[in-house]
């Protein structure tokens, strides 16, 4: 090990805490976690020279690529500028020329507002304020319930926390966030009454942290029909879907759907720098107008931070330029035969759950019995297929694949030999 690697996991053993880690074994005597110091396309170096295919985007972030050269260029020139300005009390030139574009991605009259805030727990957070604050100021504050669906994930702030179906994550806030009611279906929520219900919420097309599941073809549709049915607003949560992961720029437009707030983050800096941004209608808006007790209270320092406006408008700028979109249904397919040859072949694959470039590869004993949690098998997996080149992280026993869009038949065969070769070990 070279001897800048070895200080660098010291000071890192000895100072750093991190996010969903086990902190007693990652500063175990002996442990060696990765330093990652460059990346170039799909991937990504290591501090030892190792090169690494990024497996699931960064968590979920990058779309085009690391240091993809537009959107290098245009945080070099915002830089030269500004860095950072406030929002209170003044604006800049991207940040109104981001909602503008964000707000043209649908259709004239519908999403027509954006707030601005850093990540996807906060974009969530927003509109969960805003629906409450919109049934108070509308004449109906009755409706102070929400509505989210079992064992989804919406961040972990305290509002968003009270909104997850998975325990790991709601530990130690349950009962203490919004007043939420979980259902696990469509069904179940047909049976509810909806008097005092003032917003629904749902990851659409797939749930992310419920181990990549797929909901049912056509039943945001219905969502949205019921909502406008009982007066219930909707609430995407498309932190994870959007910006082309599922093959159409959002998800929601898969069933075309628009809901009466998007929640929108990781992707849509091109995964750079932290921003997020919370769509409305025109008609939550004009709730909040009027008398100063009327006004939205709630904000941060870097909201729509100028760098990473920037960033977000070169994004957009890539899928122009790259037709990332239009290019995306062969890499989808590439990926599906690839998965199901995958599947053939390996006995403990128990399903492989796929939408657009989204995989989940779950695994299970050969007689489908799922394998004990204490032997985090999934994990197992993608430690060894580290050495061969893939760097992904599982959900319980689910590999995620979820690589950059920019990546290619090349990237994608290497993710699906390496987790071959993986699950052969």
């Known amino acids: 090990m070279r001897e800048d690697t070895r200080q660098w996991i010291e000071g890192d053993q000895a100072r750093c805490w991190h996010p969903f880690t086990r902190q007693a074994e990652w500063c175990a005597r002996g442990h060696e976690p990765l330093v990652i110091v460059r990346g170039e396309g ?16 960064s968590i979920w972030t990058n779309i085009h690529g690391h240091a993809h050269p537009v959107i290098n260029a245009a945080i070099r020139a915002q830089l030269e500028k500004v860095a950072h300005t406030s929002f209170l009390g003044s604006t800049h030139p991207l940040a109104v020329e981001l909602a503008e574009r964000l707000c043209g991605l ?95 919420v749902i990851e659409p097309l797939i749930q992310g942290v419920n181990e990549m599941r797929l909901w049912p073809a056509g039943m945001l549709g219905e969502l949205r029909r019921w909502c406008d049915e009982t007066g219930v607003h909707l609430i995407l949560d498309e932190v994870m879907t959007g910006f082309g992961r599922t093959g159409e720029m959002f998800a929601c437009q898969r069933e ?27 008609e939550i808006y004009d709730a909040f107008l009027g008398t100063a007790d009327r006004a939205f209270y709630y904000g941060h320092s ?30 989808i ?12 072949s390996q006995p403990l694959i128990h399903e492989i759950r796929q939408c657009g470039f989204i995989a989940g590869i779950e695994l299970r004993r050969p007689d489908v019995v799922k394998f004990p949690p204490n032997e985090r098998f ?14 992904t992280r599982p959900i319980l026993d689910t590999l995620v694949i979820m690589l950059p869009l920019s990546s290619g038949f090349e990237e994608i065969d290497h993710a699906i030999h390496a987790v071959a070769e993986a699950l052969g070990q």
Not at 42 to 57: A, C, I, P, T, V
Not at 150 to 169: C, P
Not at 303 to 328: D, H, I, K, M, Y
Not at 378 to 391: D, H, N, Q
């Open 302 to 331: 870097y909201t729509a931070n100028p760098l990473g406006c920037a960033a977000a408008l070169a994004s957009l700028e890539v899928f122009e330029q790259e037709q990332t979109l239009a290019r995306l249904p062969e890499k």
């Open 378 to 391: 999934g994990e197992s997996v993608c430690l060894t297929a580290r050495s061969y080149g893939l760097l």
């Open 106 to 200: 649908f259709p004239a009259g519908t999403l027509e507002r954006v707030f601005f805030s850093d990540d996807g727990s906060t974009a969530i957070e927003c509109a969960l304020k805003m629906a409450l604050q919109y049934r108070q100021q509308t004449g109906a504050p009755e409706r102070n319930e929400l509505i989210a669906f079992s064992n989804g994930y919406h961040g972990d702030t305290l509002g968003a926390a009270s909104l997850g179906g998975v325990s790991r994550f709601s530990k130690g806030v349950l009962g203490n966030g919004f007043p939420v009611r979980h259902v696990g279906s469509m069904e179940e929520l047909l049976l509810l009454g909806s008097e005092k219900l003032a917003a629904v």
């Open 42 to 57: 799909s991937w990504l170096w290591d501090s030892e020279g190792r090169r690494y295919l990024d497996g699931n985007s």
């Open 256 to 282: 075309n759907v628009i809901p009466d707030f998007l929640c929108l983050a990781k992707g849509i800096t091109g995964g750079y720098l932290p921003l997020a941004a919370t769509l409305v209608t025109g």
């Open 333 to 344: 397919a590439r990926l599906a035969s690839g998965l199901a040859a995958l599947k053939s």
